[in-house]
């Protein structure tokens, strides 16, 4: 089974304070994905990446930033967190063969910043 | 981007088969639709995806009109632990950018 874990379930910062949410796939996975949930808004894809050291900016890029140093992990940081970037933070992770982009998610890290 | 409409809702007996409906009339020839679902406090799970014929696998069905207009998610036997937001979603284009609407909460009750 394809597994994705993320560091954190539950994360609480201060407003200011620089922020790492890590990602890391066990099943060699070319893509990997960055979104937040909110409720309302749905799942919006903040940056994505198709292979180390590659990044694509999302849906909402600002105030993040990304590095994938190595296939396996992908890593959100921000900056300097914010009051409006407390979220539910999913990460997931596709193979790219022909059209088969299933993508696996992990269990989330909710972030609340203070 | 193709989008799709779903109900907000729906409920379903346990046993009983769960069909999901999906409307997404500005598809196009070569986008496929996925279903996608998430269990509460818990990451976004892949069911089953098509192009134009019917797919099946241990998880569901997926029925797609001849038009590609519509499509169905069928779970068969639905239990309680398929109590979920079901997300229906065209595949754009790039990279495998899914757009997550906002889904359809499907309750199981006994």
């Known amino acids: 089974d394809v597994k994705v874990t993320q560091s954190s379930r539950y994360l609480v910062k201060r407003t200011g304070e620089k922020v790492f949410l890590e990602c890391v796939q066990d099943?060699?996975?070319?893509?990997m994905f960055w979104y937040r949930q909110d409720p309302g808004l749905g799942l919006r894809l903040i940056y994505f990446?198709?292979?180390?050291?590659?990044?694509e900016k999302g849906d909402i890029p600002e105030g993040y930033s990304v590095s994938r140093e190595k296939k396996e992990r992908f890593s959100l940081i921000l900056e300097s967190a914010s009051t409006n970037q407390t979220s539910m933070y999913l990460c997931?992770?596709?193979?790219?063969?022909?059209?088969?982009?299933?993508?696996?998610f992990g269990p989330g890290t909710r972030l609340t910043v203070t | 981007d193709a989008k799709t409409t779903q109900p907000p809702s729906m409920d379903c007996a346990e046993g009983r088969a769960a069909n999901l409906p999906c409307n997404h009339s500005t598809i196009s020839g070569n986008e496929y639709v996925y279903w996608y679902r998430q269990i509460h406090s818990q990451g976004p799970q892949y069911i089953i995806h098509g192009l134009k014929n019917n797919e099946t696998n241990e998880m569901a069905s997926l029925i797609i009109t001849e038009d590609r207009k519509s499509s169905t998610l069928i779970l068969p036997h639905a239990t309680l632990r398929d109590t979920a937001v079901y997300y229906c979603?065209?595949?754009?284009?790039?990279?495998?950018?899914?757009?997550f609407g906002a889904g359809t909460r499907l309750a199981v009750h006994p």
């Open positions: 997931a992770s596709s193979i790219t063969s022909g059209r088969r982009d299933e993508q696996y």
């Open positions: 990446s198709y292979d180390v050291k590659m990044k």
């Open positions: 979603i065209v595949l754009s284009g790039g990279y495998n950018k899914l757009i």
């Open positions: 099943m060699d996975h070319e893509n």
